[in-house]
């Protein structure tokens, strides 16, 4: 579940909103202007995300989200990606 905050509030508690993220690895959403934009999450995601985007443009992923070599059937990149955490 994600949180949705403003930016006011988040310029006030941004030091309890970083430790909540890292330890609940719950998102919290950052609205401006009525604009929700911008999300944190923590920085092993990232990183995971990265990974599959740069996948994906290397052709390793398809748009599907499989790998297009796969050794067996029902692997996915989210399943490898989930025990590389």
């Known amino acids: 579940m994600e949180h949705d905050v403003a930016i006011t509030f988040l310029r006030d508690t941004l030091g309890i909103t970083v ?22 999450v923590p920085l092993w995601e990232w990183r995971w995300l990265k990974q599959i985007e740069t996948a994906i443009r290397d052709g390793e992923i398809d748009a599907s989200g499989f790998l ?8 996915t990149s989210l399943d490898e990606g ?4």
């Open 19 to 40: 430790q909540h993220v890292a330890r609940t690895n719950e998102p919290v959403v950052i609205r401006r202007y009525n604009r929700a934009d911008v999300i944190m």
């Open 82 to 85: 989930a025990e590389s955490r």
């Open 68 to 75: 297009r070599n796969l050794d067996e059937p029902g692997e």
